[in-house]
C-alpha cells in the first residue's frame, strides 16, 4: 500500500485524515491498507469517499475518529529475525492470508512515537494499522448526530424536571444524583458498538435545570415564607388592636362604673342624713 503519513500536530491522535486534496486525492497510508484488503476502488464523493466492487460498497468520511485497540500487547507481532528463522524451519506454519501484515520498527527508540487516549507511547505506524482495522470492520467511532445530541440534552432536562415534580424528600435527591450516573453508564454502553454520545452539553443541560430549579424552588420557598410572616404580622397587629379597643372600652366601663357608685354613695348619704333623728 502507498499512501501519505501524516497524522497531524495534535498531542494526542484521535482522529485521522483518508484523503488530503491537492489536485488529485491523495490517500493515507491506513486507508490504502483497507482498501487494498477489501479489494475496493475507491472515488471521491463530495465530502466522503466511496469504496465499490462488484458486490459490495460503502462510503466513509474523509476524517475518521479511530477506535483504538490499546496497546502494543493487544496487537500479535513477531520479530522479523524470529520470522525468518520460522520461515526457513517450516514456511507452512505462517499462515497470513486473511490478514494485514505491517512490517515496522516498533521499538520505542527507533519510531516516531504518538500518543492516543489509551497509550502515551504508540509507534505512529501502528496509528494507520488501527485506521485499516477501523475500516475493514466498520468500527470506527462515530459522532451522534445533531438531532440526537439535541434529542439527549432536551431529554436531560425534562426528566430532571419530571422526576423533581414527582419526587420529594431524599429519595428525589437520590434519584437525581443517580441520573448523571447511569447516563455516564448508557454513553459508555453505546461507545462499545461505536457511537460517541455527547457528555458536556447533556449533563450541562441538567445541571443548568438543577439551579434553576432549586432556585426556583427556594424563591417560591422564600416567598411563602414573607407571605406567612406577613399573613402573622397582620395577625398580630389586628389582635393588638383588638386588645387596645377591649381595654379602651374596659377603662369606659371603670370610668362609667366609678361614676355610678359615686352617685350611689351620695344617694346614699343623702338618704341617711333624711332619715337621721334630730339632735
Known amino acids: ?25 491523495l490517500y493515507s497510508f491506513g486507508f490504502q491498507m483497507a482498501r487494498l484488503f477489501l479489494d475496493m476502488d475507491v472515488s471521491p464523493a463530495g465530502h466522503r469517499l ?25 496487537v500479535s507481532s513477531i520479530g522479523f529475525l524470529e520470522l525468518l528463522r520460522a520461515y526457513e524451519r517450516w514456511p507452512q506454519a505462517l499462515e497470513f492470508s486473511g490478514k494485514i501484515v505491517l512490517v515496522a520498527a516498533t521499538s520505542p527508540s527507533l519510531p516516531v512515537i504518538k500518543a492516543t487516549p489509551l ?10 494499522l488501527t ?85 426556583q424552588d427556594h424563591r417560591l420557598g422564600r416567598r411563602a415564607i414573607l407571605q406567612e410572616s406577613r399573613q402573622i404580622q397582620d395577625e398580630l397587629e389586628s389582635r393588638q388592636r383588638a386588645l387596645e379597643e377591649a381595654q379602651q372600652r374596659m377603662a369606659e366601663v371603670e370610668t362609667q362604673l366609678a361614676a355610678e ?19
Not at 50 to 74: C, E, M, V
Open 1 to 25: 500500500a502507498l499512501g501519505f503519513s501524516n497524522l497531524g500536530e495534535d498531542a494526542v491522535i484521535r482522529t485521522i485524515p483518508l484523503a488530503a486534496q491537492s489536485g488529485d486525492s
Open 50 to 74: 466511496k469504496l465499490t466492487r462488484d458486490d459490495a460498497s460503502q462510503t466513509l468520511p474523509r476524517t475518521i475518529r479511530l477506535n483504538h485497540f490499546g496497546s502494543l500487547d493487544n
Open 131 to 215: 485506521a485499516a482495522e477501523n475500516i475493514i470492520n466498520g468500527t470506527w467511532l462515530k459522532d451522534a448526530p445533531v438531532w440526537m445530541r439535541l434529542a439527549f440534552t432536551l431529554l436531560l432536562t425534562v426528566v430532571f424536571c419530571g422526576l423533581h415534580t414527582l419526587l420529594a424528600g431524599r429519595l428525589r435527591r437520590i434519584v437525581l444524583l443517580l441520573m448523571p450516573v447511569l447516563y455516564f453508564v448508557c454513553a459508555i454502553a453505546v461507545f462499545h458498538v461505536g457511537w460517541v454520545l455527547p457528555l458536556f452539553f447533556p449533563l450541562l443541560a441538567y445541571a443548568a435545570a438543577g439551579i434553576l430549579t432549586y432556585w
Open 119 to 128: 497509550n502515551d507511547k504508540l509507534p505512529a505506524a501502528l496509528i494507520h
Open 261 to 279: 357608685m359615686d352617685e350611689k354613695e351620695a344617694l346614699y348619704d343623702a338618704v341617711k342624713a333624711f332619715y337621721a333623728p334630730a339632735g
